[in-house]
């Protein structure tokens, strides 16, 4: 079992930046995929980002791809989600998750969630 908590959401304008962090406790996190989530009101949770356990592979939702970058320090057991070119469509709650398999784009296939971020950018 992992422990997962996000920081780092916010308000800010289109176009603008943000970047969130997710600390991780507990099973040691290098052997983790891990992986960025988001859920908009009155919507389904959707992939946006994930990352393998070295680092060596991302893979990224189409509506984000360009402007999103994943990354990891498993030195500091954190996971990274930096965002670029925010648009009012990125607003949403953004989870973190891990996964014990390499990487994965697919909900079920993550065991543990943090709690969540709220991410909203205005026009």
């Known amino acids: 079992q992992v422990q997962l908590v996000e920081s780092g959401g916010g308000l800010v304008q289109a176009g603008g930046s943000l970047r969130l962090s997710c600390a991780a406790s507990?099973?040691?996190?290098?052997?983790?995929?891990m992986g960025w989530f988001r859920q908009a009101p009155g919507k389904e949770r959707e992939f946006a980002a994930t990352i393998s356990w070295t680092g060596t592979i991302t893979s990224y939702a189409d509506s984000v791809r360009g402007r999103f970058t994943i990354s990891r320090d498993n030195a500091k057991n954190t996971v990274y989600l930096q965002m670029n070119s925010l648009k009012p469509e990125d607003t949403a709650v953004y989870y973190c998750?891990?996964?014990?398999?390499?990487?994965?784009?697919?909900?079920?296939?993550?065991?543990?969630w943090g709690q969540g971020t709220q991410v909203t950018v205005s026009s």
């Open positions: 507990g099973r040691t996190f290098n052997n983790y995929g």
């Open positions: 998750a891990s996964t014990t398999r390499r990487y994965s784009r697919l909900r079920h296939e993550y065991e543990s």
